[in-house]
């Protein structure tokens, strides 16, 4: 399948699949979509407590490295799962801009280690930060009762609808501890739907810059 490397509304890049018309980030703002809904309405939440956080869709690792670069600055613990069917090759993230958009080019080891690292594997980075990588498809996830948080940043609607069911949400919910969030940067109705369906209980939020909402969900 092509993949293409654009650049976003913000400056930073993202990987382009045009086959599927799909992209890993937002067009508008890789960098500024991450932070609006994972950060500021995922992690924020948990305010500095120790976090055992989930993403669904490693990708190129974008979210995993802004998290890390939260927790060098609040001092946060934070386990890290990153869960990918389809790995984004070493080679390939390191053409990405991410670590310069930062302004973070002293901890580009950090991003490169974060994919080099080994499956299954819990890696302890610099900081309280452990990430943990597994190379699986989202069907396959069976845990109960695991994480605070999950970042679910799965392709579109529009391109993998299997990926927004209630079956997969049925797992976020059970993987979830008590009082558990999700949260993700889409807002169908049917999505919102299905979350409902799987158990939790939705907000909708002002979207990322494109996006005019997002979904939150608890347990």
């Known amino acids: 399948m092509k993949r293409e490397i654009i650049i976003t509304g913000d400056g930073s890049v993202t990987i382009h699949l045009p086959d599927m018309k799909e992209s890993y980030h937002s067009k508008f703002g890789a960098i500024r979509e991450a932070?609006?809904?994972f950060i500021?309405?995922?992690?924020?939440?948990?305010?500095?407590?120790?976090?055992?956080?989930l993403e669904i869709g490693f990708g190129t690792g974008l979210n995993a490295f802004i998290t890390y670069l939260e927790a060098l600055k609040s001092g946060q613990q934070i386990h890290y799962t990153g869960v990918e069917a389809y790995p984004v090759a070493v080679e390939e993230a390191m053409q990405l801009n991410y670590v310069t958009e930062l302004n973070a080019i002293n901890h580009m080891a950090v991003y490169e280690q974060m994919h080099r690292a080994g499956w299954e594997q819990?890696?302890?980075l610099p900081g309280n930060f452990t990430l943990v990588k597994q190379h699986k498809f989202f069907q396959d996830i069976t845990d109960v009762g695991l994480y605070d948080l999950i970042y679910f940043d799965a392709f579109g609607y529009h391109a993998q609808p299997e990926l927004w069911s209630e079956e997969i949400f049925a797992k976020m919910y059970k993987a979830l501890k008590p009082n558990g969030i999700l949260v993700t940067y889409a807002c169908r109705t049917v999505i919102k739907n299905a979350m409902k369906a799987a158990g939790f209980s939705t907000e909708k939020l002002p979207g990322p810059p494109g996006k005019r909402e997002m979904l939150r969900g608890y347990k």
Not at 40 to 53: C, H, I, S, Y
């Open 35 to 37: 932070y609006h809904v």
């Open 40 to 53: 500021q309405n995922g992690l924020a939440l948990t305010k500095g407590q120790p976090v055992a956080v």
């Open 122 to 124: 819990p890696v302890v």
